[in-house]
């Protein structure tokens, strides 16, 4: 290589203007440059950015993944298991649900090589600023994925912060990113790491913590949760049970995030209302403008609920306000509308709404 190259080189390095790879609301087509297995049913796919851009987004955020499957448009939320720190890959880790249209396909068809259109990341599940001194994370399953984001976040950015990371799993082959967790603790002081396995595996038999969480298990392995800010992710009971624990020893909740969301159930086709079961539910007008269809929405109904309920399918993934995979234009009428960071106010004062959290204050037009 001549000098001339190497300089041209050091120059592009250099080079002051960065380019991300998403505009507010835009997707765009990432190509897949790897597939890596975790576990038995959970894999890793890997995947670049645009040439001369770069991927920006919070630890703990997920992507929105827009597929042709089957001749459907299916959309489904993944958590990013990268952390922003590394800018020129971005993965995502999947369990392979049975029955879920996604994760199968994933899992059996995305391969290096391949693009995928993705919607810009999106989330408010991620660490605060400035950085607490003290995290527990607690995560079961595939939720450990946001955990591991901001757990390799932590580590590149050299914070001074003191992680305790409990992992629960069914058995010891079901546990995710083992083997970096291990490394990780081994080479940071302040990141303990402990796993705990509802039971043994023909491969191995587990010699570590047993059980499900518990208020007596968390209090011994982390005797100081009180001083900690905790996040967690897992299935809903998990959570629910996880809730319940720190209620139980009066733990500050304002000090508590949950990322609460898991998709990639099985495609259904609602059933249109059974004219036999009475009249229709006394509500306001839902006009979707341009498909010429108009639903009936009660008061304390959502409208996707609604629609769904009608027969109508909508774009939708989270269900819960997080993901704006719903995201609408609202042409005329009033919505009381509870997100969960999906929308930002500048689209709201635009007249777009989340259909999966707003519920009508009178008849509705809907720019669908």
């Not at 190509?31 to 851009?53: L, N, Y």
């Amino acid at each position: 290589m001549t000098i001339a190259e190497l300089e041209r080189m050091e120059a592009e390095l250099l080079a002051p203007t960065i380019v991300e790879c998403w505009s507010e609301d835009s997707r765009v087509e990432l190509t897949c440059i790897a597939v890596r297995d975790i576990t038995h049913d959970i894999k890793s796919f890997v995947f670049a950015p645009p040439p001369g851009q770069v991927f920006r987004h919070e630890p703990g955020q997920f992507l929105t993944l827009c597929l042709q499957i089957d001749g459907a448009h299916i959309e489904r939320c993944y958590t990013i298991s990268s952390p922003p720190t590394r800018p020129h890959r971005i993965s995502i880790t999947v369990k392979r649900v049975p029955g879920g249209p996604v994760s199968n396909w994933l899992h059996d068809n995305l391969r290096a090589g391949m693009s995928v259109l993705v919607a810009a990341p999106g989330g408010a599940f991620t660490l605060t600023s400035p950085l607490a001194p003290k995290y527990l994370f607690l995560s079961a399953g595939s939720g450990v994925t946001p955990l591991m984001s901001m757990t390799r976040t932590l580590v590149d950015l050299g914070a001074d912060a003191d992680v305790a990371f409990v992992h629960s799993a069914r058995t010891p082959v079901d546990i995710v990113f083992r083997q970096e967790l291990a490394g990780i603790a081994a080479d940071q002081a302040g990141i303990h790491v402990t796993n705990v396995c509802e039971d043994h595996h023909p491969s191995e038999i587990w010699t570590g913590p047993r059980g499900r969480l518990s208020t007596g298990l968390l209090s011994a392995l982390v005797p100081d949760l009180h001083e900690r800010i905790v996040y967690t992710c897992g299935p809903a009971p998990y959570m629910a049970s996880v809730r319940q624990i720190l209620t139980d020893v009066g733990f500050d909740m304002d000090r508590y995030h949950e990322e609460s969301f898991s998709f990639d159930v099985p495609v259904s086709t609602p059933a249109p209302p059974d004219a036999s079961s009475g009249p229709a539910t006394v509500g306001y007008s839902v006009e979707f403008v341009k498909r010429g269809q108009t639903i009936t929405c009660g008061p304390d109904q959502s409208v996707l609920d609604a629609a769904l309920a009608a027969g109508v399918r909508l774009a939708s993934a989270c269900g819960q306000g997080m993901c704006g995979t719903c995201k609408v234009g609202l042409l005329d009428g009033a919505v009381d509308m509870e997100h969960q960071g999906g929308i930002r106010p500048r689209e709201i004062r635009d007249g777009k709404i989340l259909v999966c959290c707003s519920r009508p204050l009178g008849d509705l037009k809907i720019d669908i």
